[in-house]
């Protein structure tokens, strides 16, 4: 029995030209390839290669620069609070599925934030009516709190490793928690350098601060200082900050210089 032809039908390309074409061309039947024999089908494949490969280089490069910090928490962590049963290092802080709803500042944050109960409240100059703690939960601290309140565990996840099934990856004790650190920051802010005010040039005009300095972040449409404007969470290019994570090395005070007048 001969077989008959399938209907043709007009599709178009990206580049909007009329194509006639199969059923077993567009779903790539004739030749294992999606539409061969339009222009858009061969675009659409390279567009798709091209974004996944995008994607892979982002995410790789950027667990490469956190896996040599202090945030590496998982096994093969160089700091002395490390995990000792999951390989995983984004987990500590990221979940695909399972995220902290609140966390709106934060890319599915994988822990239960903590808002600082207070804020240090005497900073330079005209800054004082934007700085409290109003604004300082609104910053990204909730997040850094997270862990660096001094009291939460530092394996306390919302969605575990899968390799762990339901259990919190465990860390050896004394070391589960930040407690006693220099890391322990605490919830209350009133001794720390303050966070949330916002920082443009008509605050800079006060004779303690500099112009808005163009070598760090800052957030919001006001231009608001958070932790993350001193410190890079996913390290750091300047071997001598390190530790701290800092953006800028601060011998000789370079980082409170960038912004202060002294």
């Known amino acids: 029995m001969k077989r008959t032809s399938r209907p043709a039908y007009e599709l178009r390309g990206l580049s909007g030209k009329r194509v006639h074409t199969s059923v077993e061309d567009v779903y790539g039947l004739n030749k294992g390839r999606w539409c061969p ?3 858009g089908g ?9 974004v996944a490969a995008a994607m892979l280089v982002a995410s790789s490069s ?17 700091g002395t609070i490390k995990s000792t049963d999951s390989d995983q290092i984004c987990v500590f ?24 109960t207070s804020a240090y409240g005497d900073p330079v100059g005209s800054m004082d009516s934007t700085a409290d703690v109003t604004n300082a939960v609104s910053s990204d601290a909730p997040l850094c709190l997270s862990c660096h309140d001094g009291a939460t565990v ?23 928690t930040l407690t006693g650190l220099d890391t322990d920051i605490n919830q209350a802010l009133n001794n720390d350098h ?11 005009t006060d004779a303690e601060l500099k112009a808005l300095p163009a070598g760090l972040p800052f957030f919001q449409t006001g231009n608001e ?4 404007t001193c410190h890079d969470v996913h390290g750091t290019a300047v071997p001598a900050a390190a530790d701290a994570l800092l953006r800028v090395d601060n011998a000789a ?10």
């Open 194 to 204: 303050p966070i949330g005010m916002q920082y443009d040039n008509a605050v800079a």
């Open 154 to 176: 530092a394996g306390a996840l919302n969605n575990p490793p899968n390799a762990l099934g339901c259990s919190d990856p465990a860390f050896a004790a004394p070391n589960d």
């Open 42 to 50: 061969r675009k659409m494949k390279k567009v798709f290669v091209l």
């Open 225 to 228: 200082v958070w932790c993350s």
């Open 37 to 39: 024999k339009t222009n």
């Open 62 to 78: 950027m667990a490469a620069a956190v896996s040599a910090t202090k945030h590496n928490l998982s096994t093969s962590g160089t």
């Open 93 to 116: 802080c990221h979940t695909p599925h399972g995220a902290t709803a609140a966390s709106g500042i934060a890319p599915l944050w994988n822990r239960t934030s903590n808002d600082p």
């Open 253 to 262: 005070s370079a980082l409170c210089l960038t912004c202060h007048t002294k």
